[in-house]
T-cell receptor
Framework: AQSVAQPEDQVNVAEGNPLTVKCTYS??????LFWYVQYPNRGLQFLLK??????LVKGSYGFEAEFNKSQTSFHLKKPSALVSDSALYFC?????????????FGAGTRLAVHP | NAGVTQTPKFQVLKTGQSMTLQCAQD?????MSWYRQDPGMGLRLIHY???????DQGEVPNGYNVSRSTTEDFPLRLLSAAPSQTSVYFC???????????FGDGTRLSIL
């Protein structure tokens, strides 16, 4: 079955420290992977994507993600967390079903950055 | 640039009532989709469309109906509202189904 898992419901980190939000996936074929962020009472905003090329992908707001094919992971990272990074983060993977592509989302990880 | 616009932002319904959630985008995107967001379950795909006149079911289509008569609009219809449909509903659009999606700000729906 095609799926994506975010093993942590919440990640707590101190401001200025590095952060990692984990994501693993299971899809057939080459994976197309995405990270989105959601702030309170808003829709999801695109952060970054991996389709092909370098395993380290850079995105918006200083975030980056590392694609690891052998571990089927796509962890989101940032070298120095900000309080304003506190939000809900979703990993997503393209799935092919019935001849069409669609996105499957993980359950989300809440990031809390403490001053 | 409006992007993806959802109306209404909030709605309370009684069990058995029907209603339509509106979604419009001004980016000429072919792909549009509806998701529901429930605590601890992420976003689940209800229905999607790859272009005008073409729709298909997602993971949780039961109780919902869609049509796509124009590129811009993709309304979601609740046929007979049930308390299990209490959720936050998001509409999204993109150039292709595997490209980054643009989301609306959601409709918060409560079914009593």
């Amino acid at each position: 079955a095609q799926s994506v898992a975010q093993p942590e419901d919440q990640v707590n980190v101190a401001e200025g420290n590095p952060l990692t939000v984990k994501c693993t996936y299971s899809v057939s074929g080459n994976p197309y992977l995405f990270w989105y962020v959601q702030y309170p009472n808003r829709g999801l905003q695109f952060l970054l994507k991996y389709i092909t090329g370098d395993n380290l992908v850079k995105g918006s707001y200083g975030f980056e993600a590392e694609f690891n094919k052998s571990q089927t992971s796509f962890h989101l990272k940032k070298p120095s967390a900000l309080v304003s990074d506190s939000a809900l983060y979703f990993c997503a993977v393209r799935a092919i079903s019935g001849g069409y592509n669609k996105l499957i989302f993980g359950a989300g990880t809440r990031l809390a950055v403490h001053p | 640039n409006a992007g993806v616009t959802q109306t209404p932002k909030f709605q309370v319904l009684k069990t058995g009532q029907s209603m339509t959630l509106q979604c419009a985008q001004d980016m000429n995107h072919e792909y549009m989709s509806w998701y529901r967001q429930d605590p601890g379950m992420g976003l689940r795909l209800i229905h999607y469309s790859v272009g005008a006149g073409i729709t298909d079911q997602g993971e949780v289509p039961n109780g919902y109906n869609v049509s796509r008569s124009t590129t811009e609009d993709f309304p979601l219809r609740l046929l007979s509202a049930a308390p299990s449909q209490t959720s936050v509903y998001f509409c999204a659009s993109s150039n292709r189904e595997w490209q980054p999606q643009h989301f609306g700000d959601g409709t918060r729906l409560s079914i009593l």
